[in-house]
């Protein structure tokens, strides 16, 4: 199952969001065991969407650890609550605010504070890697042909002129670690591989690039798959953090095991999740 979306040392608040989102695949079980994610500030909410996954999580009992817990589950690095109680999910975050604009109750925790209107409380999750965003086009290696999933369309790129280059740096410059190229001319970025995509026949990714013409670029309602390790959590969701060291008690070390409590996932192509 996939997650896909489209478009130094990489400034996520400075990324311009380059895709627009298609079909989402349904949510996926909440993550229960993971490194609590650290709360990085507050900031203003643009169009189109920086964090741009929706769980569509019940509003009147949110709370950061559901947001998060939702996130986790669904391979994104930042989690961000606003208007209250929606919770929304993504791998860059928009403009900084100032932080007396973050004001609003959480609805299923009152001591807890939000985003208010037009205003992002955002959360990242502490198991990824820095990247230098100027050889992540390089971290990409091929994983195979793959069914069509849900997810975004890099919407920015030409599908005259579409070449593999061209996809993975677009989804390099939105830090998804999946990227992937379809019928000719079309590329998507992910977070995971859902919505249904399975491993395919390679010669069903048979159609050459529409700007490369000695380059495969999938196929009809084919995926050709690619992935960097280094845009992925080190510890995704259902592998534990690794236990506290020896000269720290209970919850010094920062694990809260069963403090989280919803995810959900995205995908590739007209399925992805």
């Known amino acids: 199952m996939l997650a ?13 969001r380059t895709i627009h989102r298609r079909t989402d695949a349904p ?10 994610y650290t709360y990085v500030g507050c900031f203003l909410e643009v169009r189109p969407r920086s964090l741009q996954y929706s769980p569509n999580l019940v509003f009147s009992t949110m709370t950061v650890e559901t947001c998060t817990a939702t996130c986790k589950s669904n391979g994104f690095r930042y989690a961000g609550l606003i208007y209250y109680s929606e919770c929304v999910c993504g791998t860059v975050f928009p403009p900084i605010a100032p932080e ?19 205003r992002f409380s955002i959360w990242e999750d502490p198991t990824y890697a820095a990247v230098d965003q100027a050889t992540i086009t390089s971290q990409y290696e091929a994983l195979g042909c793959y069914t069509e999933g849900s997810g975004y369309h890099a ?10 280059e061209a996809c993975l740096e ?11 190229t379809e019928f000719a001319g ?10 249904g995509s399975v491993e395919a026949p390679e010669t069903e990714c048979n159609m050459a690039c529409n700007g490369a013409p000695n380059e495969i ?10 992935e960097a390790d280094i845009l992925k ?7 534990s953090p690794p236990p506290p060291p020896a000269t720290c008690k209970g919850t010094a070390y920062g694990y809260a095991p069963g403090k989280s409590a919803t995810f959900i996932s995205l995908g590739i192509g007209k399925n992805w999740g």
Not at 109 to 118: E, F, I, L, M, T
Not at 155 to 164: C, P, V
Request: aromatic share 6%; hydrophobic share 30%.
């Open 100 to 118: 007396t604009e973050r004001s609003a109750p959480c609805n299923g925790n009152p001591s807890q504070k939000y985003g208010a209107d037009q």
């Open 186 to 195: 079309e590329c998507y970025c992910g977070a995971m591989l859902q919505g």
């Open 170 to 180: 677009a989804c390099g410059a939105q830090l998804y670690p999946l990227a992937a």
């Open 27 to 36: 949510p996926l079980p909440p993550c229960v065991s993971y490194t609590p």
């Open 233 to 239: 959590s080190s510890q995704p969701c259902g592998e």
């Open 217 to 226: 670029c999938g196929g009809p309602s084919r995926l050709h798959l690619y």
């Open 155 to 164: 919407d920015q790129l030409d599908a005259n002129t579409l070449t593999t």
């Open 4 to 16: 896909l979306v489209s478009s130094a040392v990489a400034r996520p608040d400075l990324i311009q």
